[in-house]
């Protein structure tokens, strides 16, 4: 899998985004193909974070629709399609390959989630 030349952006950059080496998950709580989203707010900002892994993937996405701007989810922690393989924008439907972030079918074929930074250690993620 090609993973696009883009630098990840850091959560402590973003609004009310946590101080980097905050804790996100333990990977072990998260079903295979199980996804979690963290909101972070402070006043009005807002930033939606999104992790899901899938297989021995765990990829770190901002929550940001490249097409419209729009969450990827309706509601709840469920990012993935029908098929278990691709994530899906409940918009309109664009599907992002899970590792890279890149929409693969929809309005933003190309264009590509913004990965978040951050580290693994000892089975948990944390905010880089
Ligand atoms: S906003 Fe995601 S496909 Fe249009």
């Known amino acids: ?3 696009p030349n883009i630098k990840p952006i850091e959560l402590s950059e973003l609004p009310a985004g946590p101080e980097t ?7 072990d709580h998260l079903p295979d193909h199980g996804g979690k989203e963290l909101i972070y707010t402070e006043g009005d900002l807002r930033t939606s974070i999104l992790i899901q892994k ?3 993937i765990v990829g770190v996405f901002l ?6 701007g729009t969450p990827l989810n309706m509601f709840g922690h469920r990012f993935l399609d ?8 409940r918009t309109h439907g664009a599907l ?9 079918r929809g309005p933003c074929v190309g264009q590509t989630l913004r990965p978040v930074a951050h580290t693994i250690r000892s089975g948990s ?4």
């Not at 029908?82 to 924008?89: E, P, R, V, W």
């Open 82 to 89: 029908a098929s278990g393989k691709y994530l899906i924008c």
């Open 54 to 56: 899938t297989g021995d």
């Open 21 to 27: 080496g905050t804790h996100l998950v333990d990977i």
């Open 63 to 68: 929550n940001h629709c490249p097409h419209a």
């Open 96 to 104: 992002f390959n899970p590792e890279s972030g890149i929409c693969v």
């Open 125 to 128: 993620i944390y905010s880089a």
């Open 1 to 3: 899998m090609t993973i």
